[in-house]
């Protein structure tokens, strides 16, 4: 079962509800005071400063001509997976894969563009409309097949609980357990079928508490309503960042996979120049200060790989 995961959790990447048809999630808690309100995901948007990452001539050289006389890299994203990727409170593309991309275009000497895009499509159109697609794409043998990929970060499950931990959770023993998650994720499914596993054993089930947002499952858990958070570990990361000290990191991150930079296969300088780029960024450490203003530098890796093994 849980070999599956990097195919699975890439199907159902930060679905919205709505586009899944499935039911409503619990309101908020009425004892959830307004100050244990985690910030919505537009608001407080980490400033990253780029300013120090220069032009790296003999990496530029390796960029397509076609892209480097027009000047630009455009990316394709999904705009609704915070952190990664989502609309800021004015309408622009935010997020970590963007400060990613900004910084990979300094160091090739090119200004970057995020155009928003639905997940199923980018990797079609890549290669067309879109250079490259960076939207918390996971690396798996499918997407092989069919586009180029970096690697630059990596991804899994992940936890959270109320700071202190005052119910003792501990993510290996959920049976019976209040957890909070977003609806229509690969954590929604997991759950359901280890709350099976609970029920087999005997013991009680998941109470599951799936919500319309990982923000008000976040807000739930800090407010005392869910036992713990269990969501991919960037979202964890990010809302403990946004939890003012009312949530905190517990367990291992689990079924850890390799993020990666789509580009189409008939483009392998363009390949080689992104993977130089994000080492590069890597070895300089402007990648995990990238990776830190955003609380996930966790997910830092040392090295950048063209098509890794998934």
């Known amino acids: ?8 959790r890439a199907l159902l990447r930060a679905l919205p509800a709505a586009a899944l048809g499935l039911a409503a999630a619990p ?13 919505a995901e537009s608001e407080a948007v980490p400033e990253v400063d780029l300013s120090g990452i220069d032009e790296v001539p003999e990496i530029a050289e390796l960029v397509p001509n076609e892209i480097r006389d027009r000047g630009r890299l455009v990316n394709g994203a999904a705009l609704n997976y915070a952190p990664g990727e989502f609309v800021g409170s004015t309408g622009e593309a935010v997020g970590y894969d963007i400060d990613v991309l900004a910084a990979i275009g300094a160091v090739l000497g090119l200004d970057t563009r995020t155009e928003a895009a639905v997940f199923a499509q980018i990797i079609p159109a890549v290669g067309s409309t879109y250079d490259v697609g960076i939207s918390s794409f996971t690396v798996n043998e499918e997407r092989l097949e069919a586009v180029t990929m970096i690697s630059y970060f990596q991804a899994g499950i992940s936890y959270a609980v109320k700071a202190g931990n005052p119910y003792d959770i501990h993510p290996d023993d959920l049976c ?16 359901i079928e280890r709350s099976q596993e609970c029920r087999d054993a005997g013991e009680g089930a998941y ?4 919500y319309a947002s990982n923000s008000d499952a976040a807000t739930n ?9 269990m969501a991919d570990s960037p979202v964890t990361a990010y809302a403990i960042t946004r939890s003012r000290g009312t949530l905190e990191a517990i367990g291992e991150i689990e ?3 390799l993020n990666g930079i789509v580009v189409a296969k008939d483009q392998p300088e363009l390949a080689e120049a992104i993977r130089a780029a994000v ?10 200060r990238v990776l830190a203003a955003w609380g996930n530098e966790a997910g830092l890796i040392p090295t950048a790989e063209v098509n890794p093994q998934p």
């Not at 309101?27 to 910030?39: K, V």
């Open 1 to 8: 079962m849980l070999s599956e995961y990097p195919r699975r």
């Open 27 to 39: 309101a908020l808690s009425a004892c959830t005071r307004a100050s244990e309100r985690l910030d």
């Open 176 to 191: 019976g357990k209040r957890v909070a998650l977003q609806v229509g994720t690969y954590q929604e499914e997991l759950s």
């Open 207 to 210: 109470d599951l508490l799936a």
């Open 221 to 229: 858990v800090a407010g005392g309503k869910g036992d713990i958070l």
């Open 255 to 257: 079924e850890s996979a």
């Open 279 to 288: 080492q590069h960024l890597i070895d300089s450490g402007h990648m995990e």
